[in-house]
């Protein structure tokens, strides 16, 4: 036993735009986030933050005892909710409480 194709095309809307072409690969000059000229990317300095901080801090980054999260990560998250620029927040003398 067959069953009758489906008209789909019957519940699109009228006046609809072209579908975007397919995608056929990144342009020469991209410049959309994440696409970093990896020989500009600090992978030791960013090795070494890293390492620092699981040395001080890894044995205790996912506990929240307070249920509010940890003290250093509420400042930045907090710091500026409707700013539209990046903000420098100081961790100077913040406890990991």
């Known amino acids: 036993m067959s069953s ?4 789909l095309t019957r519940l ?10 397919r ?3 990144f342009p020469e000059f991209n410049f959309i986030g994440g696409h970093n000229d990896p020989e500009h990317i600090p992978i030791e300095g960013l090795i070494e933050a890293a390492a620092s ?3 001080r801090e890894g044995a205790s980054l996912a506990m929240y005892i307070s ?7 509420r400042g930045c998250a907090i710091s500026s909710p409707t700013s539209s620029s990046a903000t420098a927040v100081s961790t100077a003398g913040a406890t990991t409480s």
Do not use: C, E, N
């Not at 009758?4 to 008209?7: E, G, L, R, T």
């Open 4 to 7: 009758p194709a489906f008209d």
């Open 12 to 21: 699109f809307g009228t006046g609809l735009p072209d579908p975007s072409p």
């Open 23 to 25: 995608f056929a690969g």
């Open 53 to 55: 901080v699981l040395r």
């Open 67 to 73: 249920g509010a999260g940890r003290r250093v990560t």
